[in-house]
């Protein structure tokens, strides 16, 4: 079972619909990424979060502790926004040599946003 | 500041070829690491490195070797590439030891062995 879940795995939606991708994690974590892979093009960095919500223009994450769950959010939706979104958590970790912090990370949701 | 800089971007290998796909990071990051990205089984780590001299396996090594010389370069070597080794392949960087680390991701390498 992957440590992290994230749902929809595929999505579409009319341009300007307010749209919800979720994260739900199994493990201790020390922080959780949302990232954006647009079609063969790299993978970005959009927030990191720890606790509470962090918004940039039209887009908000919020993170549950507690419940060990993620939310990314996109209001107004543009056809610019299709992209994968991945949900990345940051888990400590100790192997026989060293002790730090490694990604998890979700199978992406895929967004297409229709004019 | 160029970030994570990965090469090539496109390559076609025959089966039982070898190659090398470079990674290269100025951000002085400790921690680097190698993923391949298939179709519904998001990011998977194949080999990863905590400081230069000290590689590390993942989920996914078998067929690949990895080594660090310096805390700049993280080169992916397949040894004798197989179809199965056909994927999407991004080289990651970020600090190591620093809780909410941020992590910056190459422009990807799409690997078709035929």
């Known amino acids: 079972k992957n440590e992290v879940e994230q749902s929809p795995q595929n999505l579409t939606a009319q341009e300007g619909e307010f749209i919800t991708i979720n994260c739900s994690y199994s493990?201790?974590?020390?922080?959780l990424h949302w990232l954006q892979q647009h079609p063969g093009g790299g993978i970005v960095s959009l927030f990191m979060l720890s606790s509470g919500k962090k918004k940039h223009g039209r887009l908000i994450a919020t993170i549950n502790i507690q419940e060990k769950h993620s939310s990314l959010h996109i209001t107004a939706s543009h056809p610019r926004d299709s992209a994968v979104y991945i949900c990345a958590v940051i888990k400590l970790f100790k192997s026989s040599t060293n002790t730090g912090n490694q990604f998890y990370f979700g199978t992406g949701t895929s967004l297409t946003v229709i004019p | 500041n160029a970030g994570v800089t990965q090469t090539p971007k496109f390559q076609v290998l025959k089966t039982g070829q070898s190659m090398t796909l470079q990674c290269a990071q100025d951000?002085?990051?400790?921690?680097m690491s190698w993923y391949r990205q298939d179709p519904g089984m998001g990011l998977r780590l194949i080999h990863y490195?905590?400081?230069?001299?000290?590689?590390d396996q993942g989920e996914v090594p078998n067929g690949y070797n990895v080594s660090r010389s310096t805390t700049e370069d993280f080169p992916l070597r397949l040894l004798s590439a197989a179809p199965s080794q056909t994927s999407v392949y991004f080289c990651?960087?970020?600090?190591?030891?620093?809780?909410?680390?941020?992590?910056?991701f190459g422009q990807g390498t799409r690997l078709t062995v035929v």
């Open positions: 490195s905590v400081g230069a001299g000290i590689t």
């Open positions: 951000m002085n990051h400790e921690y």
């Open positions: 990651a960087s970020s600090y190591f030891g620093t809780l909410n680390t941020e992590a910056f």
């Open positions: 493990v201790g974590i020390s922080a």
